[in-house]
Nanobody, 124 residues
Framework: QVQLVESGGGSVQAGGSLRLSCRASGFTYSSYCMGWFRQAPGKEREGVAVIERDGSASYADSVKGRFTISRDNAQNTLYLQMDSLKPEDTAMYFC??????????????????WGQGTQVTVSS
């Protein structure tokens, strides 16, 4: 049974940092494309950052230069280091996994497995 459990969310002031973690179990983690997505109230879920099986990373334009995605295949854990946070980064952040080839990396519909999410709130 695939399980994705996020942690590390919280409340910070603008300019601060947070590190999100996603612990994966129930599947061959190293073989999956992994991603972070977020959803703010009243908005659609959007891709933030993804990391492919070979370690290649892709980012949404809105977070480039501020967020860094990484994966530890030995620990079955995905990370998202978020620096220089802005109020517009406030959202529920979700970890997701895709077993098959992903053609549109930041598109939520490409991912079949999801965690429950962790809330990030950035105040000005």
């Amino acid at each position: 049974q695939v399980q994705l459990v996020e942690s590390g969310g919280g409340s910070v002031q603008a300019g601060g940092s947070l590190r999100l973690s996603c612990r994966a179990s129930g599947f061959t983690y190293s073989s999956y494309c992994m991603g972070w997505f977020r959803q703010a109230p009243g908005k659609e879920r959007e891709g933030v950052a993804v990391i492919e099986r070979d370690g290649s990373a892709s980012y949404a334009d809105s977070v480039k230069g501020r967020f860094t995605i990484s994966r530890d295949n030995a620990q079955n854990t995905l990370y998202l280091q978020m620096d220089s946070l802005k109020p517009e980064d406030t959202a529920m952040y979700f970890c997701a996994a895709a077993a098959d080839y992903v053609s549109r990396l930041l598109l939520p519909g490409e991912y079949g497995y999801w965690g429950q999410g962790t809330q990030v709130t950035v105040s000005s």
